[in-house]
């Protein structure tokens, strides 16, 4: 009985010895926290950049200064704390990954300026919920390539400033892409909407709400600072009745005003010089085109 209870004892013993950390109270959870002793009180914070690496984390140490402004850690108390940022020792193999070490000052490091820009979210969340920061280094990277979200700006139209709250928002959970749905239709077709500047057919742009191309191409830079790639849809050949509104005579017939007739060689031609000029507007590697379609004869499209 005796051995039995001392055995009990080790093992107990054991179990507590082995027991994970208190996990950090950010989202994504990250992959790795190895807490040290003590915490580092900030009430100032500076944020300097390697010199070998000014140039290439120029936008993101201006980015995270000002947001540090934003959390209010004037009023905590305790030292003046300096964040670095640098891409010495960074992880090659996860471009988006960091590591933050929190002792006396917070050195944030990745191979990529999107991995210290996911590593100053992490900052700014824990910074947030106003307690000192725990002292440790975190090991982070994301578990999937591609973590989107999509918008459907076609039946709703959301006025540029939306977009760029998105953005924020999408970069606070260390999201990389925003899937712009730009054409649709909605209410029975009774609202459609074609939400880019369009040059070569400029009736076919919506009035009451369209993104100009200056504007598109600047929303794709900011984008581009926090790590997000913008991803647009142009919906065809069904969700077509802006197209159809536009050109009746490329409808499918004896079908829903819904959908293009994609026999029709007119309806290739139209399209594809739509293409050819909405294309070079985006910048990323895909360009979607939705491809809902309806059976027709022998075939499907």
């Not at 000052?105 to 000192?132: E, H």
């Not at 540029?160 to 925003?178: C, F, G, Q, S, T």
Request: charged share 25%.
């Amino acid at each position: 009985m005796l051995l039995r209870i001392c055995c009990a004892i080790v093992l107990f013993g054991g179990v507590i010895a082995a027991a994970e950390p208190t996990p950090l109270n950010v989202v994504p959870a990250v992959q790795s926290w190895a807490p040290a002793e003590g915490v580092l009180n900030v009430n100032l914070a500076g944020v300097a950049v390697s010199p070998a690496d000014s140039k290439a984390l120029k936008a993101v140490a201006e980015a995270f200064q000002a947001e540090l402004k934003s959390v209010d850690i004037g009023r905590r108390g305790g030292r003046q704390a300096a964040f670095l940022l640098t891409l010495e020792g960074g992880d090659a193999a996860n471009p988006e990954g960091y590591t933050i070490e929190i002792g006396d000052r917070v050195t944030i490091r990745g191979s990529t300026p999107t991995g210290i820009f996911y590593g100053t979210r992490t900052i700014l969340q824990l910074l947030r919920q106003g307690k000192p920061l725990p002292k440790g280094t975190i090991t982070d990277w994301p578990q999937y390539k591609h973590r989107m979200v999509m918008l459907d700006v076609g039946r709703k139209p959301f006025p540029m400033p939306v977009l760029k709250d998105h953005l924020r928002i999408l970069a606070w959970y260390k999201m990389n892409e925003l899937h712009l749905h730009l054409s649709d239709e909605a209410f029975g077709g009774k609202y459609t909407g074609f939400r880019v500047e369009c040059d070569t057919f400029p009736g076919l742009t919506s009035k009451d709400l369209f993104y100009t191309k200056k504007e598109l191409r600047e929303f794709q830079e900011e984008a581009a600072r926090m790590g997000i790639t913008i991803t647009p849809e142009i919906d065809m050949p069904g969700h077509a009745r802006v197209f159809t509104d536009f050109w009746p005579d490329l409808k499918l017939a004896n079908n829903s005003p819904s959908y293009l007739d994609v026999t029709n060689p007119a309806t290739i031609e139209r399209l594809k010089k739509l293409l050819d000029e909405m294309i070079p507007v985006f910048n990323a590697p895909d360009f979607h085109i939705g491809k809902d379609g309806r059976t027709f004869g022998a075939g499907k499209f």
